[in-house]
T-cell receptor, first 114, second 114 residues
Framework: GAGVSQTPSNKVTEKGKYVELRCDPI?????LYWYRQSLGQGPEFLIY????????DSGLPNDRFFAVRPEGSVSTLKIQRTERGDSAVYLC????????????FGPGTRLTVL | AQSVTQLGSHVSVSEGALVLLRCNYS??????LFWYVQYPNQGLQLLLK??????LVKGINGFEAEFKKSETSFHLTKPSAHMSDAAEYFC????????????FGTGTRLKVLA
């Protein structure tokens, strides 16, 4: 079946602009995670959804970052007033019920802020 | 709190030689541990996982890892390296409750020499 998909695969923007990154999880997976992977680092947790609600957003670096999942499937990560330090690969993962089973990762969106 | 340390950001082995990638963890409760592989421009793919039970875990592509509680380690091994094993490898520990988010190590890039 289809895996986790993310669009766009690459996004180049200018400092100060607004961007949206999209994640389509595996059908039926209720848990959805966003991670950020900076160059030379492992992925770092940003936010977790169980269904439609953000159950844990403790990893969001500041209030310029926001994410939604209005219908419990597709999620959008939104970044306002982008900064050069936001440049990274943003990874999305889903799992069946968020019970600790394997997380399935998408290919990521590479964000470059000029 | 959980944490992961991967010793050696870069490892080189000859084709056919033993692969050993090191991972040490810190966890206040019995951990769930994972190894993921990341090929260039691709998402994270699960190699293997330890949850409970047998401490020697076999995964895909001939990889295995042994959970050693006394050493707080979960090293990844493969008896004979293949050129196609060249990739970045991440060890992760799962937060045991709530979000079940992953805490990743910084990764080890494996290079296989002909």
């Amino acid at each position: 079946g289809a895996g986790v998909s993310q669009t766009p695969s690459n996004k180049v923007t200018e400092k100060g602009k607004y961007v949206e990154l999209r994640c389509d999880p595996i059908s039926g997976h209720t848990a959805l995670y966003w991670y950020r992977q900076s160059l030379g680092q492992g992925p770092e947790f940003l936010i977790y959804f169980q269904g439609t609600g953000a159950a844990d957003d403790s990893g969001l670096p500041n209030d310029r970052f926001f994410a939604v999942r209005p219908e419990g499937s597709v999620s959008t990560l939104k970044i306002q007033r982008t900064e050069r330090g936001d440049s990274a690969v943003y990874l999305c993962a889903s799992s069946p019920q968020g019970t600790g089973d394997e997380q399935f990762f998408g290919p990521g969106t590479r964000l470059t802020v000029l | 709190a959980q944490s992961v340390t991967q010793l050696g950001s870069h490892v080189s082995v000859s084709e056919g030689a033993l692969v050993l990638l090191r991972c040490n963890y810190s966890s206040s409760v019995p951990p769930y541990l994972f190894w993921y592989v990341q090929y260039p421009n691709q998402g994270l793919q699960l190699l293997l996982k330890y949850t409970t039970g047998a401490t020697l875990v076999k995964g895909i592509n001939g990889f295995e890892a042994e959970f050693k509680k006394s050493e707080t380690s979960f090293h990844l091994t493969k008896p004979s390296a293949h050129m196609s094993d060249a990739a970045e490898y991440f060890c992760a520990v799962r937060v045991p409750s709530g979000t079940y988010k992953y805490i990743f190590g910084t990764g080890t890039r494996l290079k296989v020499l002909a």
